[in-house]
């Protein structure tokens, strides 16, 4: 079993503010996801990365395999980024599978 | 990518009656799973279906669910008797020779 924990549980930023989410976990994982949840409840996955970095537009994911952290930003911060932003682990070893879920952080970004 | 759509989108149901939850359509993917989210918790891991077999399932998943692929492109989760405490969002996702995630839309199931 894989422990998620993400800080914070609540951020609220003005629009165009640098955003960061924060995910660690307590076992050993071989990739991760970022996953973002609409108010009306669908999850649609941002990023699957297992090391370094990867970039989307004005998203930004980072992790550190031996670290056990991830962090996801948002530059130039818009009202249309308020979601929960979920991040989720494979096991270690695996990149079939289950996820392992992170309580999420709820993002509200004012204009 | 197609997404995955689940029907119906919501559902009410009176406790003890069986309900049948839906994900279509699917195409030929490696791994689909079943997750649910109880209002306020995070997602929750119930079985997961390679090969026309349940590979795994959690604890949650007991002999009350079952899984089945009725005509190889549907996906459906049964729950013989329903309880109030299954009052959840359920999602099924698929995954691909790429290892990536798609979710479906979810189905919220209210059990009253």
């Known amino acids: 079993k894989n422990e998620v924990e993400q800080s914070p549980q609540n951020l609220t930023a003005q629009e165009g503010e640098f955003i960061t989410i924060n995910c660690s976990y307590s076992v050993g994982i071989s990739a991760l996801h970022w996953l973002q949840q609409h108010p009306g409840g669908g999850i649609v996955s941002l990023f699957m990365?297992?090391?370094g970095k990867k970039k989307h537009g004005r998203l930004i994911a980072t992790i550190n395999i031996q670290e056990k952290h991830s962090s996801l930003h948002i530059t130039a911060s818009h009202p249309r980024d308020s979601a929960v932003y979920i991040c989720a682990v494979f096991s270690r070893g695996s990149t079939l599978g289950r996820l392992y879920f992170g309580r999420g952080t709820q993002l509200t970004v004012w204009p | 990518e197609p997404e995955v759509t689940q029907t119906p989108s919501h559902q009410v149901t009176q406790m003890g009656q069986e309900v049948i939850l839906r994900c279509v359509p699917i195409s030929n993917h490696l791994y689909f799973y079943w997750y649910r989210q109880i209002l306020g918790q995070k997602v929750e891991f119930l079985v997961s279906?390679?090969?026309?077999?349940?590979?795994?399932k959690s604890e949650i998943f007991d002999d009350q669910f079952s899984v089945e692929r009725p005509d190889g492109s549907n996906f459906t989760l049964k729950i013989r008797s329903t309880k109030l405490e299954d009052s959840a969002m359920y999602f099924c996702?698929?995954?691909?020779?790429?290892?990536?995630?798609?979710f479906g839309s979810g189905t919220r199931l209210t059990v009253v």
């Open positions: 990365l297992s090391s």
């Open positions: 279906f390679y090969n026309n077999e349940i590979s795994e």
């Open positions: 996702a698929k995954q691909g020779i790429d290892y990536g995630y798609t």
